[in-house]
């Protein structure tokens, strides 16, 4: 979208590549239990998810994607292996699962398998 003297309007995920972990290896976050998110994060609603159940798994990857702007937090809270289970079924803003998938090939070829 264009502003009418021709400037772009900035997306909200502009520059957020600058956020993003060096690698999905550095990604140190749980893979199993109760998790509970901070206030920071997960400030709209729901902070504890059972990464057992798969909805709540799919609402906790949502939140910690979108609400993180770190990669501190990023490294705290995403586990490697969840995430790219997980990635075919997020329902990402493009401009975040660009970005993600551009540092990361193996999001883009999770990306290209499908939901499994």
């Known amino acids: 979208m264009s502003q009418s003297d021709g400037s772009e309007l900035l997306s909200r995920w ?4 600058r956020s993003l972990p060096p690698s999905l290896a550095a990604l140190a ?12 994060l997960a ?3 729901r902070r504890a998810f059972d990464l057992a159940e ?3 798994r799919y ?8 609400a993180t702007v770190t990669p501190a937090d990023y490294t705290r809270w995403l586990n490697p292996e969840l995430l790219v289970a997980e990635w075919p079924r997020l329902r990402l803003p493009r ?8 540092q990361f090939p193996e999001l883009r070829a999770a990306a290209g398998a499908g939901p499994g």
């Open 29 to 40: 976050g749980p893979a199993s239990g109760v998790v509970e998110l901070p206030p920071e």
């Open 54 to 56: 798969a909805e709540q």
């Open 14 to 17: 502009s520059g957020m590549e």
């Open 59 to 66: 609402l906790y990857h949502m939140t910690v994607l979108t």
């Open 43 to 45: 400030w709209s609603g």
């Open 95 to 102: 401009p975040l699962r660009r970005a993600w998938q551009e």
